[in-house]
């Protein structure tokens, strides 16, 4: 009988690291934690940046699994509940980008819409929490693809979003709420348009990074800014015009 061989997660990219503090820049697709929600997967960059560091690390804030980019972890639970602090009451500044359907018809604006605390259960009975999301347009573009019958090409855009709150899913529930889904959202998306896409870019994922973080040290007090370029298949929204 062979025995398979285990495979060790390679190493998350450290964007920061000191003794009180780790920012790693997490890839599309990985947990942050594992979680009962999602079972079947035991990789997570919890586990792997424990390994990587040889010592516990607390996670600070979440990203959506589909989501890459900018991602603190605290190195002691005390830190780990500053940190909570300072991002719970606005002491800090996070900028996304997005690739949505459509031409948003301004090319900036602020969505100022109430979310419910749960995404997952229906709207109706739970308490609406406060959420703002700003956002501009940074590119509109156009595929020689046609996913709509009215429409000869697909129209899409690369937005810029800054959360104001920290809600759960916030940018994706506004962007969906602007009538912009983001591409290759399963939730809060269009199903037929996000496999149109995979299948035409021969890729499928959430086209949501967190691109920066800007934070105070929880011990120093210093401003300190994080920013995690995106990957290689962001390439060709960036350059075209």
Request: hydrophobic letters at 40%; charged letters at 25%; a positive charge.
């Amino acid at each position: 009988m062979q025995i398979a061989e285990s495979v060790t997660p390679p190493a998350l990219p450290l964007l920061y690291l000191d003794e009180h503090m780790a920012v790693v820049d997490k890839p599309a697709g990985l947990l942050v934690h594992r979680s009962s929600l999602d079972a079947h997967e035991d990789d997570a960059a919890l586990q792997r940046l424990r390994d990587q560091l040889g010592r516990p690390v607390w996670p600070v804030h979440r990203l959506d699994k589909g989501t890459s980019g900018v991602l603190v972890f605290a190195l002691s639970a005390e830190v780990a509940g500053l940190l909570g602090r300072t991002l719970a009451e606005r002491e800090s500044r996070k900028r996304y980008i997005a690739l949505v359907r459509g031409w948003p018809a301004d090319a900036q604006g602020l969505v100022d819409h109430a979310l419910a605390r749960d995404p997952e259960l229906p709207s109706r009975g739970q308490v609406l929490l406060e959420a703002q999301t700003e956002w501009r347009c940074l590119r509109r573009l156009a595929l020689p693809l046609q996913t709509d019958a009215r429409f000869p090409v697909t129209r899409l855009a690369l937005l810029e979003c800054q959360p104001v709150q920290g809600r759960r899913h916030q940018i994706r529930r506004h962007l969906k709420h602007m009538a912009h889904p983001i591409i290759g959202d399963a939730n809060h998306g269009k199903g037929p348009l996000n496999r149109a896409l995979a299948a035409y870019l021969g890729l499928q994922r959430l086209w949501l990074h967190a691109q920066t973080l800007e934070i105070r040290h929880p011990l120093t007090g210093t401003t300190l800014e994080f920013v995690a370029r995106p990957g290689p298949e962001w390439a060709r929204w960036m350059e075209e015009g």
